[in-house]
């Protein structure tokens, strides 16, 4: 009786240990400025016309000029490349045409001399037709990998999602996007016992494949990895309402993960951080998925989602009103339990420069924008450079969706006037935005050149954020517009005593709004096309040419 007593108290005391055994996100995330690299886009050093890792480690320098001190890396891992990597047939292993694992060592190593992290993006949730768990998983015969994926118990059966096919084993797959991407079997959060293949969390082989995740995690993070952008996130366990499983899932995934790598990050492609973060990611995108706050502030009516009107645009039709409650919602539900990520753009949507988005000025002012927030920002490679996103473009390796095409925002990074150092594939001109001079054609050496080129302004905006506290991720945020007063953006950013005013007027004409906030003196940091008066002690006037931006610094 007295050891059982013992044991029941053991429980009794361990059990709030363990329920707090998540350690703090790691300090560095704070400070994060991420950089995207596409790496089939981005540098190619052996001449096949597709990037490679040597050729991310050749530009290593340039994104620490840049202002960047991590980078997220697309899938690198061997496929067929139906769905551009995101289709993986050995987790453990660099895709050949990428190079070698012995490579993506070195990249750790050269990275990490710079002071750049780098985080792999880890497709958790499914695999490749072509995997040899999956091809396994269809045998007649019941063997290890037999309950890896989800498969009905008859080939007549075929429910939503679910995929047909001549299999030796007699069903049918559920997939996770692309037929070719069958589901990996994490279990159902309820499952239907009319249903015999919704097996629960707890059945062996949702377990299996939870350990095999993190087998995966550990080899990659002991190679030299910082973290990880996890593809579909919220995927994994299917049926769930309430995510109390999926929660559970990540929590214990996130305890393994930080118990062996307490500076290792996990960043949730999710689109809804106050629901990632309560699910125990540190980061998640404020982007298209899940809520149009995104979408109404970017999406014009060219590109991958087209809209037809959205507030950065010439035409001043648009609102920001939208943004500006689910983003301050985002931030209240986040709180510092983890932190938003709001980045230019990424490989599955339209660029900042697409349609009539396409002079030098408006691109300026979508770039404040980007990196004036208390979010963590990113910068899609060729962003800083004012690529465009480019419409017909054939499919190439899945791009083309029911709703666009995402190769117009995966074209070779251009690095020079040669359409694209190493790419031999590449046609220069098809590649290059209208700017407003020749001069300032997105490419990096002629940029570099130029100090008033976007590239220019893009590094002078990364070095203002980290020079002024108020502008750092997690700092506070109000926003002075109202559905009176549209246009400019006008926001202001504080921490302690120091303070920051933002202004942006996206709209093709001039605009004012009068705003309540005390100011003795108002001093430009950097500023184009708008003019800031303070009249009397607690209002400030502000008048703004067609497209502007600016920073102030309020004393």
């Known amino acids: 009786m007295k050891k059982l007593f013992a044991a029941l108290l053991l429980i009794v005391f361990s059990a709030p240990l363990f ?106 949730g499914h695999s490749s037709d072509q995997h040899p768990w999956f091809k396994a998983s269809q045998q007649k015969e019941k063997n290890e990998f037999s309950d890896r994926y989800i498969w009905t118990s008859d080939s007549t059966l075929k429910p939503a999602k679910f995929v047909s096919g001549v299999f030796e084993r007699n069903g049918t797959y559920r997939k996770n996007f692309f037929d070719c991407q069958p589901a990996l079997n994490y279990g159902y959060g309820k499952p239907d016992p009319k249903n015999p293949w919704e097996q629960p969390v707890t059945a062996a082989g949702p377990q299996k494949t939870k350990e095999e995740l993190m087998r995966i995690m550990d080899f990659w993070m002991d190679m030299g990895a910082d973290g990880f952008r996890v593809d579909m996130a919220g995927s994994l366990i299917k049926n769930d309402p309430g995510l109390r499983a999926t ?24 689109g809804d951080p106050s629901k990632s973060i309560k699910a125990n990611f540190m980061m998640d995108f404020l982007i298209h998925l899940r809520n149009t706050a995104y979408s109404s502030m970017f999406f014009n009516k060219e590109g991958v989602y087209a809209h037809d009107t959205c507030y950065f645009s010439l035409a001043g039709n648009g609102s920001p ?37 396409n002079t030098m000025a408006q691109l300026k002012a979508a770039m404040t924008f980007f990196l004036t927030l208390p979010s963590v920002p990113l910068v899609y490679y060729g962003d800083e450079i004012g690529m465009k996103y480019i419409n017909g473009l054939p499919n190439k390796e899945g791009s083309v969706l029911t709703k666009g095409n995402r190769a117009g925002s995966r074209t070779p990074m251009q690095w020079d006037k040669s359409s694209g150092a190493g790419f031999s594939s590449a046609v220069a001109d098809q590649f290059y935005l209208p700017l407003d001079s020749s001069s300032n054609r997105p490419n990096v050496e002629t940029q570099k050149s130029d100090s008033t080129s976007l590239l220019h302004f893009t590094r002078k905006l990364l070095a203002i954020r980290v020079d002024a506290a108020a502008l750092q991720t997690n700092t506070e945020l109000k926003f002075y517009n109202t559905p009176g007063n549209l246009y400019p953006l006008v926001y202001h950013r504080r921490i302690n005593k120091e303070e920051y005013l933002v202004v942006i007027n996206p709209s093709g004409k001039k605009q004012r709004i009068n705003i309540t906030k005390k100011s003795k003196r108002i001093t430009p940091v950097i500023a184009e096309g708008i003019q800031v008066n303070v009249n009397g002690k607690n209002e400030i006037a502000i008048i703004t040419d067609a497209t502007a931006y600016g920073i102030f610094k309020i004393n």
Do not use: M
């Open 19 to 124: 329920s707090q055994s998540l350690k703090p996100v790691p300090k560095w995330l704070q400070s994060a400025i991420f950089y995207q690299i596409y790496p089939q886009s981005f540098q190619d050093t052996d001449g096949d016309g597709i990037g490679d890792i040597n050729g991310i480690i050749q530009r290593l320098d340039y994104i620490k000029w840049l202002g960047c001190n991590a980078i997220w890396i697309n899938p690198c891992f061997e496929s067929p490349f139906f769905d551009a990597g995101y289709d993986v047939t050995n987790f453990y292993k660099v895709a050949p045409r990428y190079g070698s694992n012995d490579d993506l060592k070195n990249l750790f190593t050269e990275a990490h001399k710079r002071g750049i992290k780098v985080c792999l993006d880890l497709v958790a």
């Open 247 to 270: 929660n559970k899932l990540w929590k214990e995934i996130r305890s393994h993960f930080q118990s062996k790598y307490q500076e290792g990050i996990l960043i949730a492609e999710w």
């Open 321 to 357: 009103l939208n943004f500006i409650k689910i983003y301050e919602q985002q931030l209240s539900d986040v709180e510092n339990k983890g932190f938003l990520c709001l980045p230019t753009a990424n490989h599955d949507f339209q660029r900042p420069a697409s349609g009539d988005r």
